[in-house]
């Protein structure tokens, strides 16, 4: 008796404990990519349910409502954005390059194989909701905000390196190496042609920040 009790409680616990049917990083990822393409209020809790595999029931219980899911994909957005920029501008290289190779990696992002250009998801999605929508204004400031601070960053470090001259703003040159950033991505959503995207970067860099 003790035993069938004790093998009652193991199922018991391996049925609580069993693997989701979903997932959350695929499901995330379905889901930004179709705010990414409609949009947030074009985007419909039908269309995320199919996008994801997910009833609406689950998508509820997994990820809140829909507001809650679009920050979470936002977030995640942001998250991976940064961590690309980091990466990027940690090479030993020339300031003018380092900025070519972010905005080489934003162009790629911006342009996908096969698909019709898209821009920033943040910048697409997240600036026409955020005057009625605070926690979206805020998350998109937040993620605008930290872009700027990794370019401010690696810019003090060319005025360090003496590459830059010591009069130079840091602050100032970041946010006009954002402001190009975001130019990029505006065009791109509308469709320009990636390769006079790339030569307005380069003559972006060549005639504002490049020393």
Known sequence: MVQKTAKAAATSKRARGRPRAYDPHVALRRALETFWT??????????LSAAMGMNRPSVYAAFGNKQALYLEALQSYWDDALRAMRELL?????????LMRIY????????????APRGCFGISTAAVESLAEPRIRASFED???R???EFEHRIALS???GELPATADPRTLAETASAILHTLALRARYGANRK???RLAERAVTHTLKP
């Open 38 to 47: 409609y949009g947030y209020s074009g985007t419909s809790l039908d269309d």
């Open 159 to 161: 005025v360090e390196r």
């Open 143 to 145: 993620g605008l905000r």
């Open 196 to 198: 006079e995207l790339r």
């Open 104 to 115: 080489d990696s934003a162009l790629s992002l911006y342009f996908p194989p096969g698909g």
């Open 90 to 98: 940690s090479h030993d290289e020339p300031l003018a390059d380092a």
């Open 147 to 149: 872009i700027d601070k």
